[in-house]
């Protein structure tokens, strides 16, 4: 392991509770991989390790944690599917409460728009250090809402801040708003491969696309499988590039397993165009107009191993902290 990777391990420490802010200015705390360099991110405004610092196990809601029991849509993950290591890992167990995730980078404060923790906008390089067992994938399992081992993400607006997610210009409860998911270990029948996606939700719930809202997701080609013999058990870098679209310029979003890009794909400026994304360039990009907060979790039966998890951006300005 070169020093870079070593420097994943770094923790912030000693750091005073952070106060509500959309400009945090952070020191670099971890060198930036080669990936995050070629697009400028450079300031290391999220590194993480596991420890009774860095996760709030106890559920205080506390400001100054990195990790947070997940709490979303009334369901709350059960602390006792997720074991912090001596090492500074964590062993997630799984978790069969029907929440979407063992942890957050955020918690809402039940019943308002406010929270604690950090959701990341304006573009970032994401790189989290894992392993998992593919044996365990291909088991079947039943009882957790996402049964699989997972690193994706929400956004604040509408999930968080209630309303954000209004499609401008159309009637009231017509929302808009993307999900990234950065590793998926979802492939029960090819367990030595990973899924990467990221979906476009949009429409009045229950009404433009019953039961539910509206989803568009980019076509195949999936994500290039692991290099043949790849030991999953033991620990790989997953990294997840988010260039925003300009005026001038596509934005996209890259995967990388261990500094080697495995899926790509872009799109183009989204401003307030009409519904629907179907079919357009710029799918995908309400994306870059959101805060992303991330989410860990597994099924039971299947151990899901994170040994850190790091954030590069050209600074911390367009982020959103608590």
Not at 276 to 284: D, L, M, Y
Request: proline share 8%; net charge positive.
């Amino acid at each position: 392991m070169n020093s870079t990777r070593k420097a994943h391990r770094l923790l912030l420490r000693g750091i005073a509770p952070l106060v509500l802010t959309l400009s945090l200015p952070l020191t670099a705390l971890a060198a930036p991989p080669a990936e995050a360099i070629q697009a400028g991110y450079t300031v290391n405004t999220f590194a993480s390790n596991f420890t009774a610092q860095t996760v709030d196990m106890n559920r205080t809601l506390n400001r100054g944690y990195k990790w947070y029991l997940a709490d979303m849509f009334s369901k709350q993950s059960n602390p006792a599917g997720v074991r912090i290591n001596s090492d500074g890992s964590v062993t997630l167990l799984g978790d069969n409460t029907g929440a979407v995730g063992a942890l957050m980078s955020i918690a809402p404060y039940r019943g308002t728009n406010s929270y604690v923790g950090t959701a990341f906008g304006g573009g970032a390089y994401i790189e989290a250090v894992m392993s998992y067992y593919p044996a365990q994938v291909t088991a079947t399992h039943t009882g957790a809402r996402y049964p699989y081992p997972s690193f994706w993400s929400l956004p604040m607006e509408g999930n968080v801040i209630r309303g954000a997610d209004h499609w401008p210009g159309q009637p009231a409860g017509y929302v808009h708003n993307v999900e990234v998911d950065f590793f998926e270990a979802d492939y029960p029948t090819a367990p030595t491969r990973y899924g990467v996606g990221i979906h476009d939700w949009w429409g009045i719930r229950g009404i433009t696309c019953p039961p539910g809202l509206c989803k568009v997701s980019p076509p195949p080609p999936a994500v290039t499988p692991p290099p043949a013999g790849t030991n999953f058990q033991q620990y790989h870098t997953y990294g997840f590039l988010w260039v925003p679209a300009t005026a001038t310029t596509k934005g996209h979003i890259d995967a990388f397993f261990d500094g080697t890009k495995a899926y790509t794909y872009p799109w183009t400026q989204f401003t307030t165009q009409a519904p629907t994304p179907v079919g357009k360039t710029w799918a995908f990009g309400r994306l870059d107009q959101q805060h992303m907060f991330f989410i860990l979790g597994t099924g039971v039966g299947e151990t899901f191993n994170v040994k850190s998890v790091n954030v590069w951006q050209r600074n911390a300005s367009a982020n959103m902290s608590n």
